[in-house]
């Protein structure tokens, strides 16, 4: 079985509940392999830890950048909470190795994987407010998400990626990007789209999100990194 001691070594937040901790690690795809455990899976944490998460960021966006009007703000927000650096950070941190996820999931080291990291990262917020309170889950979060803020800032990563392309897009080849939907996989409740975006006939990158427009955001930031309009 998974120690989960060595994250708490790592993190420096020693559980009262153990069994707390290791919920915020269980993908619900492990129980359906293991249903005789009496586990339950991360959801109803991630639900909690996704509202303390954006009670926390809010509050330090506002502090920090007093000049700044609400639609900004907002936009700094999104960037911030958003799934890829949420993943970015959780897989830093080394959460990856304490996934308990299904034989097949633990096979998929690609988008879905990104989207279980920042779930579980949000479920771990989570376990932490329950357990240790408000002040230790914003000391987990001011630790290791919000130094990502300069960056996103500098970069100009929290401007709406669409709007950039386009903006980019039009400026440098005179087209207007266009998407389609490339796949389109699992359940009607677990939806994942694949989504092209193309200059013209030309396909300069894949997105994939959980909805159409999710994958359009995605393929948006990777047609700006191939193309470093992000510097």
Known sequence: MIDFG????????????????????????FLNE????????????????????????TN???????????GELTAYRSALVNAIIIAEVASEIGMNEFLLLSKGEAKDTGKARQY??????????????????????????????????????????????KSLVQEKAQEYFSVTPSYKVIKETGPDHDKHFTIGIYFGSDLIAEGKGKSKQE????????????NKWDK
């Open 6 to 29: 060595k994250f708490e070594e790592k993190t420096g937040i020693k559980f009262k509940d153990k069994r707390m901790l290791e919920q915020a690690f269980i993908h619900r795809s």
């Open 116 to 161: 279980i990291l920042a779930n579980t990262f949000e479920a771990y917020v989570g376990a932490v407010y329950l357990d240790q309170g408000y002040d230790a889950a914003s000391g987990f979060i001011t630790k290791y998400l919000l130094p990502k803020t300069e960056e996103i800032v500098r970069k100009n990563l929290w401007r709406d990626a």
């Open 215 to 226: 994958g359009e955001q995605d393929a948006a930031k990777l047609a700006i990194l191939k």
């Open 60 to 70: 330090f966006l506002y502090k920090k950048y007093p000049d700044k009007n609400e």
């Open 34 to 57: 293991n249903s005789g455990l009496e586990l339950e899976h991360n959801e109803r944490l991630e639900f909690l830890g996704d509202a303390v998460l954006e009670l926390v960021v």
